[in-house]
């Protein structure tokens, strides 16, 4: 079994639609992340959420947002989505959140394209 | 806020030990060092982590020094599949004490036959 599984995969999609990304992780963890890693491979941290709660949002336009039914599901809802949208979205998950020795657990990646 | 400071890409030959050395001047009393590995089309991977002295696990070794302002992570014996970008990480505390784990720009590590 896949610890933290987000769908899809690959998404192309044109300019201005909406989409979304769904986020599962099966290990217990209280937090998860999504992350975003650009054409340059840098891995930025978008938003966190722990039991259900944001706790970090970083500098990310409103068009972006997520959305947690329960702490084992993170899912990422795109608006009116833009051509520098297109990079790998990744999701990710750890125990706490707060400890010192934190431990983050990725999923495989969501390859966003926005023609 | 620690931040890294890493060499962006290194070469060896299979078969060689790897050592990839990060910088962390201004790491904090309560900051733990973590590597993560990433292969190209997955998510970044954890390897290893530590505090002070030496780690090792079944993947590699990670050896820090007394004044916690370098690592060094150790790849014993690389083989072609040990080709990945290798990131080096240390704590940074976001508001109300949750981590933000922040990634660097990484050692992109490839393995020559």
């Known amino acids: 079994d896949t610890a933290v599984s987000q769908t899809p995969k690959y998404l192309v999609t044109q300019m201005g639609n909406d989409k979304s990304i769904k986020c599962e992780q099966n290990?217990?963890?209280?937090?998860m992340y999504w992350y975003k890693q650009d054409s340059k491979k840098f891995l930025k941290i978008m938003f966190s959420?722990?039991?259900?709660?944001?706790?970090i949002n970083e500098t990310v336009p409103n068009r972006f947002s997520p959305k947690s039914p329960d702490k084992a599901h993170l899912n990422l809802h795109i608006n009116s989505l833009e051509l520098g949208d297109s990079a790998v979205y990744f999701c990710?998950?750890?125990?706490?959140?707060?400890?010192?020795?934190?431990?983050?657990?990725f999923g495989s990646g969501t390859q966003l394209s926005v023609l | 806020l620690a931040k890294t400071t890493q060499p962006i890409s290194m070469d060896s030959y299979e078969g060689q030990e790897v050592n990839i050395t990060c910088s962390h001047n201004?790491?904090?009393?309560?900051?733990?060092i973590t590597w993560y590995q990433q292969f190209p089309s997955q998510g970044p991977r954890f390897i290893i982590q530590?505090?002070?002295t030496k780690v090792t696990n079944e993947v590699a070794s990670l050896f820090i020094p007394a004044d916690r302002k370098s690592s060094t992570l150790s790849l014993p014996r690389v083989s072609l599949s040990d080709t990945a970008v290798y990131y080096c990480?240390?704590?940074?505390?976001?508001?109300?004490?949750?981590?933000?784990?922040?990634f660097g720009t990484g050692t992109k590590l490839q393995v020559i036959p």
């Open positions: 990710a998950s750890s125990q706490e959140g707060g400890a010192d020795n934190e431990k983050l657990f």
């Open positions: 290990l217990g963890h209280d937090t």
């Open positions: 959420y722990n039991n259900k709660e944001l706790i």
């Open positions: 201004n790491i904090a009393t309560n900051d733990y």
């Open positions: 530590g505090y002070k």
């Open positions: 990480l240390v704590g940074d505390v976001y508001s109300g004490g949750y981590q933000k784990v922040t």
